[in-house]
């Protein structure tokens, strides 16, 4: 019986890395859709450099990710 535990831990670990990787890119994905919303209402450069830092987002990650209009 000791191994059908050992098993079944394996798998459940897995399936919560696999969520945990899940959310991850997801987190990442909508960081960087209101990092390019940030930026399209910005007035200038300066103003969109604030706006993420306040917001605590990356200039870059908005370059990481293509949006459904881009498709």
Known sequence: MPSARHITLISEQSEF???RAAE???????????ARTVASHAEDAAD???LLAMLGLDAL???????VSEL
């Open 17 to 19: 890395a696999e969520a």
């Open 24 to 34: 991850k890119a997801e987190n990442a994905r909508q960081c960087a859709i209101a």
């Open 48 to 50: 969109c450099e604030s």
């Open 61 to 67: 990650a908005g370059k990481m990710v293509r949006t």
